[in-house]
């Protein structure tokens, strides 16, 4: 039988996840806040599609599981899948808060037996930062660097001139037309 | 809190984790649970004073055999439910051969007694104390294998509620067997397997309540 694309392409995430996990679980911090940075993707975008009546409980519910996934992470068996171990606590913590909240809450899927959790990402602001990144770098140094300084890391004026060496006035100048500059290209100008 | 926040909170404080955290927490819990219930049996109740004579009998076996299979079943159930995922294979339907071995002793035995004898193999002199001491020496058990159980990671409550009073039940009836000097496979069959049900009930019923995390 042939494994289709989607098939391999959670097979991928659930062995690298599970290097970290099981790194982590040997002591090593690194590795282990790497899994639970890309497990709270996943979880993210695994439970709002199930939770789409709740908005205001996904983020709660991501760092539920996530607080549940490290506590009880010593009751993981390295013989079992690391996606079913996971997928089973994020479905108990789903339905244990529907539970609470009774049957008001609406959701779909709950009681999928089917996993794809890993399937799912949902890592917004990373790939957003990802995204803004990728459009400055296509900026020449003059207006990049007052755009990162004073935008990105919240840099005065002042001190944006003092790191890089610019007048005041250049700064601003560099962040108008930089920005002007990223607006067009966002537009598909350049 | 902001999710990035807690996530570096989480990893920094991570550390290694000790392996077999599953049989550690069950080995405590059934250890001092099954001394505290030994403890009681031998003070209140008393250790048969026939021990020695009874213990060349099978049937002294067969009624800590009994109970004990049912106990190490339930064990290896109430470590599978403490793992989120695991299948329970086919651990769970294990546990009907004990009950069909002995019922099927019972039967042997009912068939083969005389009519007028069978009402006694049955109650023996202790059916109406029976099912209550066991559910009273599997006390200590069922408190150890809930504690156990809560800080592991149940996802199916009622099934690990009931594994764990089963757990308490089995090891229970197995202590309480030192103390009963019953030697009839009906009277197991009956009143023990009422003295470990109790407990197991009362596990699945208080599972939801007590074994949330």
């Known amino acids: ?190 | 809190m902001k999710t990035d926040d807690l996530i570096a909170r989480l990893a920094r404080g991570a550390g290694a984790v000790e392996p077999n955290a599953v049989a550690r927490r069950y080995g405590t819990a059934i250890g001092w649970g099954g001394f505290a219930a030994t403890l009681v049996m031998a003070l209140f109740l008393g250790v048969r004073p026939d021990l020695r004579s009874a213990a060349l009998l099978p049937m002294f076996w067969v009624k800590l055999v009994f109970p004990g299979a049912l106990f190490a079943i339930a064990l290896a159930l109430a470590a599978r439910l403490a793992r989120p995922a695991m299948p329970l294979g086919i651990v769970a339907r294990v546990l009907v051969i004990p009950l069909i071995v002995v019922w099927a002793m019972a039967a042997v035995e009912l068939i083969g007694a005389p009519q007028a004898d069978r009402a006694a193999l049955l109650l023996g002199q202790s059916w109406n104390v029976c099912p209550f001491y066991i559910t009273l020496l599997s006390a200590p058990i069922f408190v150890g294998a809930f504690w156990a159980m809560k800080r592991l990671a149940p996802t199916q409550l009622v099934r690990a509620g009931a594994a764990c009073g089963l757990v308490a039940g089995g090891l229970g009836a197995c202590i309480y067997a030192l103390h009963c000097d019953e030697m009839s496979a009906a009277f197991l069959g009956t009143w023990y397997v009422i003295g470990m049900l109790i407990p197991t009930i009362a596990g699945a019923a208080l599972g939801p309540k007590l074994l949330r995390w």
């Not at chain 1, 042939?2 to 290097?19: A, F, I, K, P, Q």
């Not at chain 1, 040997?26 to 199930?50: N, P």
């Not at chain 1, 539970?99 to 890993?118: I, K, M, Q, Y």
């Not at chain 1, 002007?180 to 598909?188: D, E, F, P, T």
Request: with cysteine; glycine share 8%.
């Open chain 1, 1 to 190: 039988m042939t494994r289709t694309s989607s098939d391999d392409r959670n097979w991928t995430v659930e062995e690298r996840l599970r290097e970290h996990f099981v790194r982590g679980l040997a002591g090593d911090g690194t590795a282990y806040e790497t899994f639970l940075r890309e497990l709270c993707g996943h979880l993210r975008g695994y439970l709002r599609k199930r939770l789409m009546g709740m908005p205001d409980d996904i983020e709660d519910l991501v760092q539920e599981t996530l607080i549940a996934v490290h506590s009880r992470r010593d009751t993981y068996d390295s013989g079992q899948p690391l996606t079913a171990w996971v997928h089973a606590i994020a479905r108990y913590k789903v339905v244990d808060l529907l539970r609470v909240r009774g049957p008001r809450a609406r959701v779909t899927e709950v009681f999928d037996e089917e996993s794809d959790l890993f399937g799912s990402v949902d890592n917004e602001a990373a790939l957003a930062k990802r995204d803004v990144a990728r459009l400055l770098e296509r900026l020449p140094e003059r207006q990049r660097l007052p755009i990162v300084h004073t935008r990105l890391e919240g840099l005065s004026v002042a001190e944006t001139a003092r790191a890089t060496g610019m007048s005041e006035s250049a700064v601003k100048v560099g962040v108008h037309r930089g920005l002007k500059a990223l607006a067009s290209i966002i537009r598909g100008e350049r």
